[in-house]
Each structure stands twice: as structure tokens, then as C-alpha cells.
């Protein structure tokens, strides 16, 4: 059964899509302005179970997998990795927002969730009022900018896109064991409890869903850097306030500016480090959930 987050209703709300008809999988609660809630790489909404009933104190808070993850539809790549463009992934959330009637929204994306957040905000900038990404930069700057370091610490970024079948089979062969090491190496597999757990195991042995996070990725390395090179080509900024929290144990503090990185991309940027690693939501929900109150309860 996928994670139910205490307090709210659990739904499946199909979208059209270039690829067909999807199903996200969603769960609403709250009242007041309404923020949507995008999670990361390997996971699944359930990252979102330390701060959503509190958020929902204040919001009405979505929070959904993202296509390919979860609970949600997970449809075969095509040949140029369009299926999982952070484009299409973005108008699967904007087409939730809009069915559960929120025409004005803001976002809080972590990790992939992150870059479908950018995307969402940049192609529907009517929509989206205010964004918070955590723990990226960019992913044309880090793709651009690519050291021996970064290679070595986000080496799943280079073994995910290899073509089909060759990271599905490897991983396939012991997800277990993929997983433990991928998640591990930030802050130890304890930060997560032990059904949140089970979901993200879960995905991570399923064929189908394995093979849609490759395809994020792969979409990543491809098509998305043609869209993001576009935007940076038109001189397109997203206007909405942006703030980014980034964990000064991880890579992106090592290896990158966030708010330099961000200033490139967004006209109104702030944020700062926070003492985590990677995976901020579980690792410190408490102080993500005072930043996000305060950062979207601003007007």
C-alpha cells in the first residue's frame, strides 16, 4: 500500500499527456493558498510525511509522485527520452493543480522534483506564484560544469543514462543493494522510517518504475538541456521569488553556487545552507518546515 500521509485523502487523478493518459497519484489536505509538494530520486511522496499535516495547517497542500514514480503511471520512454521531460512531467502537475481547481499555486520541489519545479515554473510563470528548490543548482549549470569531483560523487547521474536495458538490469539485480548505497552515502539509510522505506524499495524493484527513473535521467542529459539552452537563448527568467536551501554536507555545496547558479535562471532569488546532507526533508524537517512557512506565506 503507498505511504498515506497522516491527515490526508489519497486520490488518482488522470491527466492528458502527449503520451497518452495519466494517472498521478495524489494526496490533498488543508486549506488557504495551495503549494504542491514534488519529491526526489529514488523516492516517492512519502518524503513529504514529516511537514505536509503541518503545512496543511496553513495550505491546501498537494503532494503527488511524479510520473514514472510511485503510485503513478509509469509508460515505456520513447526513443528521444520525451516521455520524462521535466516539460512533460511538469504539465502532468500542472494538469493536477488545475483538476483539484488551483489555478494559482506555489511549489516545493526536492532533488528531480526540483527541476520539474523550474520547468513548471517556466512554462506556466501565470500559474506558479512562488518556488522552493532544495539541494540543485540548476541542471544545465551542473551539467555544464562538470569536475572530477562532481563525477565521482554524482556518478548515478552518468550510470543512469546509459541506453536501455544496461542500469535497469544492473540494478535489477539487487535493488536492495543499489539502494542502500545510493541513499546511504549522504546520511546513512536511518533518516528514513522503515514503511517510507519499503516504498522506496519498492519502486526501486520494479522494472517499470526503474526504467522510468533512468528515463528522467536520461531525459536530463538530453532534451531537457535542449529546453533549458531555449529559455537561456530567449533570455526567458523565471520572475516568482525563488529560494533554494541547500545541505552543506552535500555535493551541490562542494561543487556548485546555488544562488549564483539560481540568479541566472530566476530574477528574485535568495536562500542559504542548512546543516544536512542531501536528503533535507528527513533529515531536518523541522527547520524546513519554519523556512517554508515563512517563505510562502510571504506576499
Not at 504539465?91 to 526540483?114: E, I, W
Request: hydrophobic share 40%.
Amino acid at each position: 500500500m503507498p505511504y498515506l500521509i497522516e491527515g490526508f485523502k489519497d486520490s488518482i487523478i488522470t491527466v492528458p499527456s502527449a503520451d497518452g493518459p495519466i494517472d498521478i497519484a495524489c494526496q490533498t489536505a488543508g486549506s488557504g493558498p495551495a503549494l504542491l509538494l514534488l519529491h526526489g530520486f529514488p523516492q516517492t511522496k512519502a518524503i513529504w510525511r514529516h511537514i505536509a499535516p503541518e503545512l496543511a495547517k496553513r495550505f491546501s497542500v498537494v503532494v503527488t509522485d511524479l510520473r514514472g514514480y510511485g503510485a503513478s503511471s509509469k509508460p515505456v520512454g520513447a526513443a528521444d527520452h520525451s516521455t520524462y521531460s521535466k516539460r512533460a512531467m511538469a504539465a502532468d502537475q500542472h494538469a493536477v493543480m488545475q483538476a483539484l481547481g488551483h489555478n494559482k499555486f506555489s511549489v516545493l520541489g526536492h532533488d528531480r522534483g526540483g527541476r520539474v519545479s523550474q520547468r513548471l515554473a517556466m512554462d506556466f510563470p501565470e500559474s506558479v506564484e512562488r518556488l522552493m528548490v532544495l539541494d540543485i543548482s540548476p541542471t544545465l549549470t551542473m551539467y555544464e560544469n562538470t569536475t572530477m569531483e562532481f563525477a565521482r560523487g554524482y556518478w548515478h547521474w552518468f550510470f543512469l543514462i546509459q541506453p536501455h536495458p544496461i542500469p535497469e538490469t544492473l540494478i535489477g539485480a539487487n535493488p536492495e543493494f543499489w539502494l542502500r548505497n545510493h541513499m546511504g552515502r549522504h546520511a546513512g539509510t536511518g533518516i528514513f522510517d522503515p514503511q517510507s522505506w519499503a516504498e522506496y524499495l519498492a519502486g526501486a524493484s520494479n522494472p517499470e518504475s526503474m526504467h522510468a527513473m533512468c528515463e528522467d535521467y536520461r531525459a536530463a542529459a538530453t532534451i531537457d538541456l535542449i529546453h533549458d539552452r531555449a529559455d537561456r537563448d530567449a533570455g526567458k527568467m523565471l520572475a516568482m521569488p525563488l529560494r533554494v536551501l541547500w545541505g552543506e554536507h552535500g555535493l551541490v555545496a562542494k561543487c556548485f553556487s546555488p544562488i549564483e547558479d539560481w540568479k541566472r535562471v530566476a530574477k528574485t532569488v535568495s536562500g542559504k545552507s542548512v546543516p544536512s546532507g542531501h536528503y533535507i526533508p528527513e533529515e531536518l524537517p523541522q527547520e524546513l518546515l519554519a523556512e517554508a512557512e515563512q517563505f510562502f506565506c510571504l506576499k
